[in-house]
């Protein structure tokens, strides 16, 4: 650079914040609410009693409840039946 050039200033660039209308603001607080109340659940895979069979449950964190299993344990305490087979679940008498 010689003498003759100089350096000029270039003004900074300033990020305005974002005008969001009610509707915008409100699924925004809507979703983090919702993030909020799925970040409180967690998933445990359990192994079940027979080989290759799981048990898949979603507990409260602060709690510890079960929120929900799948399978459930009805299912769970039929498979321990003798006569239990592929199908018991479902009552096919009319």
Known sequence: MNA???????????????????ADHEANSRA????ERLARYRLVI????RAGSFVYKTLDRETGEVVRQLP???????????????????????
Request: glycine share 8%; aromatic share 2%.
């Open 4 to 22: 003759e050039q100089s350096i000029r200033a270039v003004p900074a660039v300033v990020a305005e914040p974002s005008l969001q209308s009610g």
């Open 32 to 35: 983090a609410a919702d993030a």
């Open 46 to 49: 359990e192994q079940g009693s």
């Open 72 to 94: 459930s344990e009805e299912v769970l305490k039929m498979r321990q039946q003798d006569d239990y087979g592929v199908g018991a679940v479902i009552n096919t008498t009319a």
